[in-house]
């Protein structure tokens, strides 16, 4: 029988995230935990265990002078090794560490959500680098407002230092971090988060996606979200493995940087989200992937949007050649308010795709797909199974009670995984943290999605708040965006929203799209834009049966997304309510039917 990384030592014995990197200095000090890849290609910042535990530990003593267990800490770091040596700082203090996004000059989104997270965190220190806080002290002004943080270059500490820190009584369930939400759904919330729960959470990963072999963990996420923190940061300290990282933007430039680092690896593990792959394969040629060999890559998690079942087997096709295997491709559900995962796995076997009946599916049901070749069918992507130590149902979101098997309904979770709720938020805590099930004992977390136990395994079928309702029948957004975006080569792939909005009579489906530069930069431009809406519309009534209200065709960029590249459709519905889309409109002839 495998053994999973959750019943290895030292992981097993430990209480805290704390001692889990003590103990891993002490067995192997100068074993490799992380490196950092300048441009996602060369070398240029490594530490090991030893490093680590020495680095945090000065960052801990100098945290300690100004703060005291509890009190939080903002951290505010561009790319690079320095976020994870101030984490971990903020750990070995018992300070509460707040990671958030860098901003930058003329990013005033960003900067409206640090203010927000500052405003709710209330964090008494501000931990950076030091280039970044001399180059960037006029947006960090605007970042912190009035309020009094005390900034502090943690790249400057002596590490010797280290050697005065004494633990400050970090037990299991003294509060590690707070996640805050990408905002992709509103304000950002704070997720508060112990160190038992993300050990716990830790735990599930090794048992879902079982990572016995040592792999080395190659990631681009931003370790401000919750998905590249326990992959770039948290899981190679739980493992024993290390990690290479690299900054988002040297992926998106070139994605084939993170596909080179994982094919130099000859065990290698990646954590992406599914617009990632989508990318991976739009800006690769054929040459580059004979030049790859992604024999390797043992485990491929998929996650942090709908996994789409076109985008797996674009990738699966593409990268075929390169050596890679289709069952290392591992599709996952989870939520930061779950710590992460959820479900995932199981290994050894392609990914469960499924073709179920379209109508049924609008109406609430799983069911196969007709071999009729009228019925028409939507596919569904097994995230695999859920975790041992939580428990999972499917629930009617306002009846409260469980759905029959094969139902759709609204994924309930409840397990130690479980945060302990939003920060300074009681109302939101109870609204989503506090769930009841008719004839379960128990509070369950509310996850917003929506979705389906099948055969043991967890299907997504879409953001209860993105349902869109006609004439009875309900269409998720992702469904129609996918067949938005095939409907012509002029659409963006990626960049359409497919929104309702009411008209005080019925609701009504607006698509908004995001064209190529060359559809723009086109001699008979007014031809194609002519071409592409109704092409958008045919495919929409022919496939869904959806009348569309509006087609809106928008310049690149015009579409608003969050940090971690997750679509902002509540904010796509009110700019388009408020007209804020018609200096971008690039569509000719406006064709709104009523």
């Not at 945090?56 to 300690?64: D, K, M, S």
């Not at 016995?212 to 940061?233: I, K, Q, R, Y």
């Amino acid at each position: 029988m495998k053994e999973h990384i959750s019943e290895r030592e030292p992981s097993r014995q430990v209480r805290t995230l704390t001692e889990l990197c003590r103990t891993r200095a002490a067995a192997t000090p100068a074993q490799p935990s992380h490196v950092y890849l300048r441009d996602g290609e060369e070398p240029q910042a490594r530490l090991t265990w030893e490093l680590l535990d020495r680095a945090a530990r000065a960052v801990a003593v100098e945290l300690g002078k100004r703060a005291s267990p509890g009190e939080r800490a903002l951290l505010h770091y561009p790319a690079g090794l320095d976020f994870v040596v101030g984490f971990f700082g903020c750990l070995y203090a018992g300070v509460i560490a707040v990671p958030t996004a860098p901003v930058d000059a003329g990013q005033s989104e960003a900067a409206n959500r640090a203010r927000a997270v500052v405003r709710n965190a209330t964090p008494r220190l501000l931990l950076s680098s030091a280039a970044f806080l001399e180059s960037h002290a006029a947006q960090l002004r605007e970042v912190t407002g009035n309020s009094e943080m005390v900034p502090i270059a943690t790249d400057t500490l002596d590490p010797a230092s280290g050697d005065r820190w004494r633990d400050p009584g970090i037990d299991a369930d003294t509060v590690a971090h707070l996640q805050y939400s990408s905002g992709s759904t509103g304000e950002p919330k704070g997720v508060v988060l112990t160190h038992r729960q993300v050990l716990h959470n830790l735990s599930i990963i090794g048992e879902l996606l079982a990572l016995e072999t040592p792999s080395e963990l190659v990631s681009w996420l931003p370790m401000f979200h919750d998905m590249g923190l326990l992959a770039g940061a948290i899981l190679p300290v739980f493992a024993g493995h290390p990690a290479t990282v690299m900054s988002p933007v040297a992926f998106v430039r070139r994605p084939y940087r993170w596909l080179s680092a994982l094919s130099h690896q000859e065990s290698a593990a990646g954590v992406v989200p599914n617009f990632a792959l989508d990318l991976c394969v739009r800006r690769t040629t054929a040459e580059q992937r004979a030049r790859l060999d992604l024999s390797g890559l043992r485990t491929l998690i998929i996650g942090a949007e709908p996994v789409r079942a076109a985008t797996l087997e674009r990738f699966t096709e593409a990268f075929a050649p390169s050596g890679l295997r289709p069952e290392a491709l591992r599709p996952c559900f989870g939520l930061a308010e779950a710590t992460l995962l959820v479900s995932g796995g199981p290994g050894g076997k392609p990914p469960d795709l499924r073709l179920v009946d379209a109508k049924a599916l609008a109406h609430g049901e799983i069911a196969p797909a007709s071999a009729s070749p009228d019925r028409k069918t939507q596919a569904l992507v097994g995230c695999g199974e859920v975790g041992s130590r939580l428990r999972v149902v499917i629930a009617d979101s306002d009846s409260s009670r469980l759905c029959p098997p094969g139902r759709v309904g609204e994924i309930l979770v409840s397990g130690a995984s479980v945060a302990s709720g939003y920060w300074q938020n009681p109302r939101a805590t109870a609204k989503v943290f506090g769930q009841r099930v008719d004839g379960m004992g128990g509070a369950f977390l509310r996850t917003g999605d929506l979705g389906a136990l099948v055969d043991g395994q967890l299907f997504i079928t879409g953001r209860r708040k993105d349902l869109i309702v006609i004439d009875g029948a309900n269409y998720y957004p992702t469904d129609l965006e996918s067949t938005v975006e095939l409907a012509d080569p002029a659409v963006r792939a990626g960049y359409c929203a497919v929104v309702s909005v009411d008209d005080g009579r019925r609701e009504l489906v607006v698509v908004l799209a995001e064209l190529v530069s060359r559809a723009l930069r086109a001699a008979d431009a007014a031809v194609v834009h002519s071409r592409t809406l109704t092409a958008v519309r045919r495919a929409l009534s022919t496939r869904h049966g959806v009348p569309v209200h509006d087609v809106v065709l928008l310049s690149p960029g015009s579409l608003p997304f969050t940090s971690s590249g997750k679509l902002q459709r509540a904010a796509c519905r009110t700019g388009y309510l408020d007209g804020r889309f018609e200096r971008s409109r690039v569509d000719t002839v406006r064709t709104v039917q009523s």
